[in-house]
Every structure is written in C-alpha cells, then in structure tokens.
C-alpha cells in the first residue's frame, strides 16, 4: 500500500532561518504529491503541490520538487518567518486510490 | 467560494448522548472525506463517499458511527451513543472525483468535540 513518512519534528527555528522538512513515500504507479499546512484552531490547507516526476510546486516562498528517484518531496524556504509557524503535511494521491495518504505531521515554530 | 463549511464548532456533550456533525462541500465537488485529529493518533480517514456512494468505510472505529450524503452537497456524521474517547476534532473535506490525482482535499475548520 501507499505510505507516506515525514521528518520528524517538532522543529524550532530562528526568523530568517533555512527550513527543510523531509517527506519520502511508497507508491504504485505515479501518484501526485501535496504539501498542506494547518495552522491553529483551523483545518489543513493546501501549500503546493506536484503532479509529475520533476515538477516543483511553489507558494508564498515555499518550494518542493518531485523526486520519483529518490522518492522524495522535500519541503523548503529559505527565510521563515513567525507566521510561518503550523503542522506541515506532506500526503499522496494516486491513480484510482481515492483516499489520499497523509504523513504524521511536522510542528515548525519559529521564533523572533 | 465560501470553502467546506462544518457546523457546529465546537460540541460539548455528555456520555451516551448522541452528537451530530454536519459538512457542506464545495458546489462541483463530488468526493467527501471525513477525518478525526487526536493528539494520540494524528489525522485518521474514517470515511469517504464519491457521488454520494460510500467507498471504504474501514475507518470507522466501530459501529456507533455512521456518516450519509442525503445529497451530493451536504454530509453528516453522527455518534451514537458518544462516549469520552470520541473526543478529537472531527474534519471533512471535499475535492473532485475526476482527474482525483491531481485534485487536493479542501478542509473546513473541523468540529471540536468533547465528551464528558
């Protein structure tokens, strides 16, 4: 079955720091790959996201890009800021699955 | 677009009582999926529908839940009888069936249920 396995976290950084959250899947076939986030008291949101093998998703200042050779969906930014701060999902959705498989989640603080 | 809309937010309510959720999708889409969040065991898949139909149900803890689509926009959950241990916070999300790989999810902002 599909899986999906994220850096472990929680992650604390200073404002203006490198962030790299790691993502690594198993997957049948060519899923399409999604970075959410949730920030307190509210559901998940879509950050980015990447359909095929090499494509980078990109939004406000966040990057990943697909790496069917390392099965990987590493999420970056190269300067946090505090309203940076949430639970970060990485997740998978295949051909047919329906369901989409979801990692367990990265706290990022980052602090002034 | 006013999102996936759940209600109520917030349910306080007392062992044995029965708890309705209530999720409105998003107009055009056709796929419903309801999860639960607890700090214990992260975000879990309970249920999900495509046209209304349900397609996999494993997730459902047992058989005091059970969840519908009366119509291909609104959805609810209902707990009967609740108990201590359903506590969490109870999400749904909608999104297109067709061309789903590529589709994501839309989250509403959850429903916080405790039970004493």
């Known amino acids: 079955g599909n899986s999906v396995t994220q850096m472990e976290g929680p992650v604390t950084l200073s404002e203006e720091a490198f962030l790299t959250i790691n993502c690594t899947y198993t997957?049948?076939?060519?899923?399409?790959l999604f970075w959410y986030v949730q920030y307190p008291g509210e559901g998940l949101q879509l950050l980015l996201k990447?359909?095929?093998?090499?494509d980078k998703g990109s939004n406000k200042g966040f990057e990943a890009t697909y790496r069917k050779e390392t099965t990987s969906f590493h999420l970056e930014k190269g300067s946090v800021q505090v309203s940076d701060s949430a639970v970060y999902f990485c997740?998978?959705?295949?051909?047919?699955?329906?369901?989409?498989?979801f990692g367990d989640g990265t706290t990022l603080t980052v602090k002034p | 677009d006013a999102g996936v809309i759940q209600s109520p937010r917030h349910e306080v309510t007392e062992m044995g009582q029965e708890v309705t959720l209530r999720c409105k999708l998003i107009s055009g889409h056709n796929s419903l999926f309801w999860y639960r969040q607890t700090m214990m065991r992260g975000l879990e898949l309970l249920i999900y529908?495509?046209?209304?139909?349900?397609?996999?149900d494993s997730g459902m803890p047992e058989d005091r839940f059970s969840a519908k689509m009366p119509n291909a926009s609104f959805s609810t959950l209902k707990i009967q009888p609740s108990e201590p241990r359903d506590s969490a916070v109870y999400f749904c999300a909608s999104s297109f069936a067709t061309g789903e790989r590529n589709s994501p999810l839309h989250f509403g902002n959850g429903t916080r249920l405790t039970v004493t």
């Open positions: 990447a359909t095929k093998a090499d």
């Open positions: 997740a998978l959705r295949g051909r047919g699955a329906g369901k989409s498989t």
């Open positions: 529908f495509n046209n209304n139909v349900p397609i996999d």
């Open positions: 997957a049948t076939g060519y899923p399409s």
